[in-house]
């Protein structure tokens, strides 16, 4: 999800979890995997993230009534909320049912729709600044934002995050930094993906120095919680980059002191499934993975177990990577199989995605509100598969079959290369 000053377009995300009287299928989840904790679905969580995780407590009951039509809410830290617990890392999938993916999309849209006429002031006090790696010419940017944000002149002491690769960094210049300001020293951090993925809720406020790309990777750094991210375009492409950083100043001190416009974007929820040998000693090649996924299983054995989980901004691509031959993929959508893919390839994109590789491969655009998923296939050797636009609430699940002749790769917002051989890949909105 997403969420942004006025004019931009960064991201924030929003957890939902509900109890559910379904049962996921065996080939899933074993009935003996814990359940995420639950809290009785008449108490508001107290565990959110930030103050727009917390209107979310309640299944299509979005508790808006505190939020002044014509005002502004004051929110509190997202860090000293999330200060007891919560998990960064790409840990095991939530598992969402069709009732619970059904009611958190509900609830996403209306909160949407309430929060898009109103600004939300930030109690910032910790600031993470993210420069477009590989660009040393943008050093000496980073070290005139970090100055005036640990200057006398700002009436919060903030704390900034600069990458740790800057700390020795000669155009960074980091001592002269701290000469200006005596303060500074104990004000400057430095952080690295560990700090993030053990402390990201130390983290109030992201600011991104570059292009789609930089925005991209913040989406990345953190996989649950998102704090509010603001984006200054200096990179080559500019469609999550709205404010010119000549004007920073004046723009960051708005965000501050009169508040930001919440803008709710949809994220993947993606989940790496690996099939499991049957106790039985069937060869793989002769199991049936259509059968295995939506069909009844006589001996309810679990046949996957999930591996790898990532939250991702633009797209899934699931491809024949150095393979010459094409990819052989089974497409499910909730309990039917839609379709056998002989291809280079799929693309599932996000709206916010359906202007890269979606768009490149021969998919529809779509504007960021629309709560929809598009599959597009790369070069599909029939005809017959056109780019398909389908609703929020599908689980989603793309297979390479036992008995394909090669194995298919996944990537994440093009990072984080995985093989995917005789398991399944699946993913829903998060």
Excluded at 84 to 94: A, K, L, M, Q
Excluded at 279 to 304: F, K, W
Aim: aromatic fraction near 8%.
């Amino acid at each position: 999800m997403q969420c942004g000053t006025a004019n931009a377009t960064p991201f924030l995300q929003v957890v939902f979890e509900s109890d559910s009287g379904h049962r996921r299928k065996s080939s899933f989840v074993s009935p003996d995997t814990p359940r995420l904790a639950r809290r009785h679905e008449t108490q508001p969580s107290d565990q959110a993230a930030c103050f727009v995780h917390s209107l979310l407590g309640q299944p299509r009951a979005v508790q808006l009534d505190n939020i002044d039509e014509h005002g502004k809410a004051v929110t509190p830290s997202v860090g000293q909320q999330f200060e007891d617990g919560g998990d960064n890392t790409s840990g095991p999938s939530r598992l969402l049912t069709k009732r619970e993916l059904s009611d958190m999309a509900w609830n996403v849209r209306a909160l949407s729709k309430k929060l898009g006429s109103l600004k939300l002031k930030l109690n910032v006090h910790s600031i993470f600044i993210l420069t477009k790696p590989q660009d040393q010419s943008l050093a000496r940017l980073t070290k005139e934002v970090t100055s005036w944000l640990l200057g006398p002149e700002q009436r919060v002491p903030y704390t900034v995050y600069v990458e740790k690769r800057l700390e020795n960094d000669s155009q960074f210049d980091a001592e002269s930094i701290c000469k200006e300001e005596p303060t500074a020293k104990q004000r400057l951090k430095y952080w690295d993906n560990c700090l993030i993925e053990d402390h990201h809720h130390l983290v109030d406020f992201v600011i991104t120095l570059g292009g789609d790309g930089t925005v991209l990777y913040a989406s990345w750094l953190f996989q649950r919680v998102v704090p509010p991210v603001l984006s200054f375009s200096l990179g080559s492409l500019g469609f999550l980059t709205k404010f010119d950083f000549d004007d920073y100043k004046e723009t960051l001190q708005r965000a501050f002191t009169e508040g930001v416009t919440v803008s709710l974007r949809l994220r993947f929820e993606c989940t790496v499934m690996r099939s499991r040998r049957r106790s039985s000693g069937q060869p793989q090649i002769e199991r049936d993975l259509a059968e295995e996924l939506i069909g009844e299983e006589s001996d309810d054995n679990v046949t996957h177990s999930p591996d790898k989980m990532f939250q991702i901004l633009n797209e899934i691509v699931v491809d024949r990577g150095p393979n010459p031959t094409m990819s052989s993929l089974e497409i499910f959508g909730d309990d039917e199989h839609f379709t056998s893919v002989q291809a280079d390839g799929v693309c599932v994109a996000t709206p916010t995605g359906s202007t890269a590789y979606n768009l490149a491969a021969g998919g529809s655009l779509s504007h960021p509100e629309n709560p929809v998923i598009l599959l597009t296939a790369i070069c599909a050797h029939t005809l017959n598969f056109r780019p398909i636009i389908l609703p929020d609430t599908i689980v989603l699940r793309i297979g390479v079959p036992y008995d394909a002749r090669t194995s298919s790769w996944a990537s994440f917002d093009g990072r984080e290369r995985y093989v995917l051989s005789f398991s399944a890949f699946k993913l829903h909105p998060s």
